[in-house]
């Protein structure tokens, strides 16, 4: 069932009760710290002064292309939200086409290697046992399998972003290409978005993981966090799934954004913003006109 009381809280700014049959206005109890170190990635240290525009939230699904049914029904969430695409999903050029029809921003969804040797990244994935030879052969393979991405983040790769020596030949490539880099924060030891910036590669990092609890209340909870660090830091970008609980969430909480005085972007926006250069045009005339709605 896609409407759920997540959506109805949602939609009309009511407080999201803790479980489903809880009465509406019972505050969320503070979620435990191992919950928090998991799911909430320490944002970068920005300044929290007075900007001139909304705060901007950017909203990654990732894992995209594979679960065929849950993807076309992403493609309904608002334009500004941005897809990863698995590069071994089936379809991809049709998919990837029709996520670019409805307006929305595609980035490559790149396999690496995770600590967990039962956590499969999928095929031609990038392994820290690998010679550079293969290393090289996966990462062609893999930026290869489909054209129009704007960016490339890790699938899985909590071992792999650990390894300075294989992400420097992933970087190489990155930089002929064009494309930002998002460090999807699958490990706090990651040196990936290091490695991106020594190779002047524009790059951000993950700052909320919606549904590791892909539960209604797990994704209202994070939900809560994305738009709290979007007020106080000015952007935020979390990555989310195509399960049931996280797009039904979306698809009525991202409509109201607006009203609540958040702009959704996509997430090379939030590169652009991060990186210190100008926002696109319609990120800045959405700021004069909230500005002139404010009287300033």
């Not at 320490?42 to 995209?64: S, V």
């Not at 029809?101 to 995770?114: D, F, Q, S, Y």
């Not at 994935?125 to 129009?148: C, P, R, Y």
Request: glycine letters at 6%; one cysteine or more; a positive charge.
């Amino acid at each position: 069932m896609k409407k759920t009381l997540l959506g109805l809280c949602l939609a009309f700014g009511w407080t999201v009760p803790a479980t489903a049959s809880a009465p509406l206005g019972i505050v969320w109890q503070q979620t435990p710290p191992t919950v928090v170190q998991k799911t909430v990635r320490k944002h970068d240290n920005r300044p929290t002064t007075a900007r001139a525009h909304r705060p901007l939230i950017a909203i990654d699904i990732d894992d995209m292309g594979v679960a065929f049914d849950r993807s076309l029904w992403a493609l309904d969430l608002p334009a500004g939200v941005t897809f990863a695409y698995l590069p071994y999903a089936h379809h991809l050029a049709w998919q990837v086409a029709a996520a670019k029809a409805k307006g929305h921003e595609v980035i490559l969804h790149m396999p690496m290697e995770a600590d967990d040797p039962d956590e499969y990244p999928g095929p031609h994935n990038l392994s820290v046992d690998m010679t550079k030879a293969q290393m090289e052969q996966n990462i062609q393979f893999n930026l290869d399998s489909f054209t129009g991405y704007d960016g490339v983040n890790n699938h899985m790769g909590s071992k792999f972003t650990t390894y300075a020596p294989g992400l420097k030949l992933l970087m190489l490539q990155l930089v002929k290409r064009h494309v930002y880099f998002l460090d999807s924060m699958t490990t706090p030891k990651s040196v990936a978005w290091k490695v991106a910036r020594k190779y002047h590669i524009p790059t951000v990092r993950r700052d909320v993981f919606l549904d590791d609890a892909a539960t209604p209340e797990g994704v209202a909870r994070q939900i809560n966090v994305t738009m709290a660090l979007a007020r106080r830091y000015g952007s935020v970008i979390a990555i989310g799934h195509p399960k049931p609980a996280t797009l039904a969430a979306l698809e009525v909480w991202l409509p109201t954004l607006k009203a609540r005085g958040f702009e959704l972007v996509p997430v090379s926006t939030i590169v652009r913003y991060r990186n210190h250069e100008p926002l696109p045009h319609a990120v800045a005339e959405a700021a004069v006109a909230s500005g002139a709605a404010q009287g300033k």
